[in-house]
């Protein structure tokens, strides 16, 4: 996401005039939420020439930017800084004394946000959006209160765009005023590096948390409470992804969950498992999903429907039931991504400025920042199998790319879900080196309709990472160059 990317659109509509009548609180939309659903959604709203104002009771940016995507990437590219610099003697450089600095490396997280979030600000005010600090709730009248520590205002408003996210969702096996206990918001903030760590799911969140702690030193066990890692990945993935977490001495326990805490201790935790073990670590970490926002915003009052886990929803126009009143983001579930908030938010502004925009789900991609990478769109296997969908699949190893071995990262594998009778690629999965940027070839082949012979046409610079998606286009019709062809019996 450019975050800096300031520039002008032309053809702008007029704004209406109730919102020029000199009204300083009366605007044409009020956004509530300044996360990566809601800033944009005010952005584009002011792009179109209407009077916006978007409330934010913290930071601009949301969790992704101050405690999610943005955050644990910078930590994510200090531990990867670490191994490479362990592993050097494999490219022939030798370097001796190689010590994570974790002061150092939260300082330069912090900085990286501070910077975004400073970013973010300026866009909306160039962009003259009206950022009011508080608590925003739908009235009666359909305005939005906000209060604050200077007491409450009402905002009129023609329309609202809801953008309240979600956080860390707890369970009540634990008592999170324990400082040994941790949401994924607390593990950003630790002022040293574990030397144990729990982590209670095995999902995207921990897995990601895995991948940064395990480098600098920390002894983890992963509890997973389903039969596999990554429960909503590939089961592909899933299998190689364990494989490669407890080669680097990660220890995952599928099946497997927290019956009973033991002890709480100000620098250790002791629980009681499910399958009658005992652990015991520094810290525990919960990483199970995240709990919506859509509590006291004033919803159920104004008539705005939910269902029964506080889901706001919403067609595929981003309007809830009640007219004027909009919501996007993790709020209305589905595909709680920032990219996807992003998206549904530039629709749900394209409406409520009098436009026509419907959000399109079928090429959403989903990354992990592991190591390695996993990049996902479209169906998998998984899915293919469930839903009684006749696919063929097709494969293709880093292990045999030769700018992967080069980088040292041939770890993983492309792999393709295909129509047997049109050739079209329904969907990819790619655990590797940037697979969270190569995925975006198959997003792109997938909206377009593209066909496996079109990517294996296609020439593709050499060397580089995407010719595995080449050669993986190439096996489905049994012509790769780079696969040796099996000896017939």
Known sequence: ??????????????????????????????????????????????????????????????????????????????????????????????????????????????????????????????????????????????????????????LETDKIIIATGSDPAELPTFDFSQPTVMTSTDALELDHIPESLIIVGSGVIGSEFAGIFKPLGTEIVMLELMDRMLPTEDSRVAKQMRSTFRKEGIDIRLETTVSEVLEYGDDHIKVELSSGDTLEAEKLLVSIGRRLNSSGLGL??????????????????????????????????????????????????????????????????????????????GLNTDKAAEQGIEINVSRFSFGALGKAMAMGEDRGFVQLVIDPETDKLLGAQIMGPHASDLIHEAAVAIKLGATAEDIATTIHAHPSLPEAIMEAAEAAHGRAIHVAPRKKR
């Not at 800033?39 to 792009?47: D, E, G, L, V």
């Not at 191994?83 to 030798?94: H, I, N, P, Q």
């Not at 595929?316 to 709020?331: F, L």
């Not at 996807?340 to 991609?365: H, Q, R």
């Open 1 to 154: 996401m450019a975050f800096f990317s300031v520039f002008s659109t032309c053809n702008r509509t007029v704004r209406k005039g109730s919102a020029m009548s000199g009204n300083e609180s009366k605007y044409d939309v009020v956004v509530i939420g300044a996360g990566p659903g809601g800033y944009p959604a005010a952005i584009r709203a002011a792009q179109m020439g209407a009077k916006v104002a978007v409330v934010e009771k913290e930071k601009v940016g949301g969790t992704c930017l101050n405690q999610g995507c943005i955050p644990t990437k910078s930590l994510l590219a200090s531990t990867e800084v670490v191994t490479l610099a362990r592993e050097s003697d494999k490219f022939g450089v030798k370097i001796e004394g190689v010590e994570p600095d974790w002061t150092a490396i939260m300082e330069r997280k912090q900085k990286i946000t501070d910077t975004l979030v400073k970013g973010v600000t300026h866009l909306l005010k160039a962009n003259g959006v009206d950022l009011i600090s508080g608590t925003g709730r739908v009235t009666l009248e359909r305005n939005v209160a906000v209060k604050s520590a200077d007491g409450e205002r009402v």
């Open 300 to 377: 159920e009052e104004v008539g705005v429907e939910l269902d029964r886990r506080g889901t706001i929803v919403v067609n595929d126009r981003m309007e809830t039931n009640v007219d004027g009143v909009y919501a996007i983001g993790d709020v209305v579930g589905g595909i709680l991504l920032a990219h996807t908030a992003t998206a549904e938010g530039l629709v749900a502004a394209a409406n409520a400025t009098g436009g026509s925009s419907v959000i399109d789900y079928k090429v959403v991609p989903a990354c992990i920042f592991t190591s390695p990478e996993v990049g996902s769109v």
